[in-house]
């Protein structure tokens, strides 16, 4: 609603100018000569309510940046008779940016699109007052802008994790969403958006500080899984929205879930094989230090009897039961919205049969000809996951 009725004001205000610009130059013979100008102000105190010797306001008559300059005796005489519209406009333009949430977005391409299509209109006049003072609402119009995007900014990084948090999409992606989404249909027939890319871009950096920010964070949950998921989230909402100022940064979320998940898959995987993890490490330490792999199970806390004990803590069934505690419990911390479940098992699976192959590798290594072997074979590992994901 705002939005009409800011582009209404718009509209009826370059012929209402316009109008008045023409009949005063007609009716004062003014041209846009310098030498106008006494003429202009005498007649300026004749036909208005009377003003101050010190003429024009300050700020009609500066020529900097932000502020209308004065063009010609035409446009003095208009900044007088109009003086009230630049304080009115500004204030407009303020209920309008409180309206709603994003309301000096909204703002900001209405003036856009509202001043370049007078500038290309055949009636409108080449850096009239009424541009001038647009063109200044405009500033004020990006002033607004940037200040909120701040002020966004912000919020997002120092935004607080919530006390009960357990996982899912944080609050400040939920935003970048929401300001996207917004924000591009906005845009949509817009004539320019460099103002938007630019924010785009500083609030990409924000939500991006407050993910990395989690790992500071005392969550309940494992904090590679809220990253993983969030940076997920991200990058699969900006392969939807195909922004173009935005591809690095879906490149890097892309990255940063790839990089999360295997932490998470690797944090989480060495807890069904713990002791097996923690025996082939030590195995793998004493050849990197130099052992010889044939001499390794004469090493005490390494002999093929402590192998065989720790083997004996693993058979098939417990694995299996294992696996099948392990699958329960990221189905119940991942967040359904994602749907991450599948991803994360295969790459579970990938990453068990690795681990399985590497132990295989360091006891034929280290312990050849021992006769020693795993509880379950790799088929059996694979039979384990295929009915845990085909029951589930």
């Known amino acids: 609603v705002s939005k ?32 106008d100008l006494q003429v ?29 300059g004065l063009e010609g005796p035409t446009t003095q005489l208009l900044s007088e008779i109009f003086s009230c519209l630049e304080p009115e406009l500004r204030g407009f333009l303020d209920v309008c940016n409180k309206v ?48 909120y995007i701040g002020t966004l900014c912000k919020e997002m990084e120092e935004a607080k994790m919530p006390s009960k948090m357990k996982g899912g999409i944080l609050p400040s992606v939920s935003c970048f969403e929401e300001f996207v989404n917004f924000s591009e249909e906005v845009f949509r027939t817009a004539r ?33 899984m809220v990253m993983m998921e969030n940076f997920h ?37 060495g807890q069904p094989l713990e002791k097996l993890n923690h025996f082939f490490e030590g195995v793998k330490a ?12 004469f090493q005490l806390a390494y002999s093929k009897q402590e192998l065989r004990k720790v083997i004996e803590k693993y058979p098939g069934k417990e694995v299996k039961r294992a696996l099948e505690t392990l699958y329960r419990k990221i189905h119940k911390y991942l967040s359904p919205e994602e749907n991450l479940l599948p991803v994360v ?33 790799m088929e059996d590992l694979l039979s384990y996951f295929n009915s845990i994901t085909l029951s589930n």
């Not at 949430?101 to 007052?129: H, K, R, Y």
């Not at 871009?201 to 920010?213: K, P």
């Not at 004493?286 to 199970?297: D, L, M, N, P, T």
């Open 192 to 224: 320019r958006r460099g103002e938007l890319d630019k924010a785009h871009l500083r609030l990409a950096s924000s939500v991006f500080s407050s993910i990395n920010s989690l790992s500071s964070a005392n969550l309940k949950v494992n904090t590679d």
């Open 100 to 147: 709603h949430p994003f309301g000096c977005l909204q703002v900001l391409v209405t003036l856009n699109d509202s001043i370049f299509e007078m500038w290309g209109s055949s009636s409108a006049l080449s850096s009239s007052f009424l541009n001038a003072v647009l063109g200044n609402m405009l500033l004020l119009a990006k002033s607004s802008f940037n200040k």
């Open 286 to 297: 004493r050849v990197a230090q130099g052992v010889k792999e044939e001499e390794v199970s």
């Open 40 to 68: 202009l102000e005498v007649s300026v105190r004749t036909v208005s309510s009377p003003v101050p010797s010190a003429s024009l306001p300050s700020s009609l008559i500066q020529g900097s940046a932000g502020t209308v």
């Open 345 to 377: 098992w295969h790459a579970m699976e990938q990453e068990f049969i690795r681990q399985y192959q590497e132990f295989e590798d360091l006891i034929q290594r280290c312990y050849a000809g021992s006769g020693i072997a795993m509880d379950f074979t």
């Open 4 to 35: 009409q009725m800011l582009e209404q004001v718009l509209r009826e205000l370059q012929p209402l100018c316009t109008a008045e610009q023409q009949f005063l130059e007609k009716f004062f013979q003014l041209s846009q000569d310098a030498a």
């Open 233 to 269: 989230h991200i990058h699969c909402f900006l392969c939807q929205k195909k922004i173009h100022c935005l591809e690095g940064t879906k490149r890097e979320a892309k990255q940063r879930y790839s990089e999360h998940l295997e932490k998470y898959v690797i944090k989480y995987l």
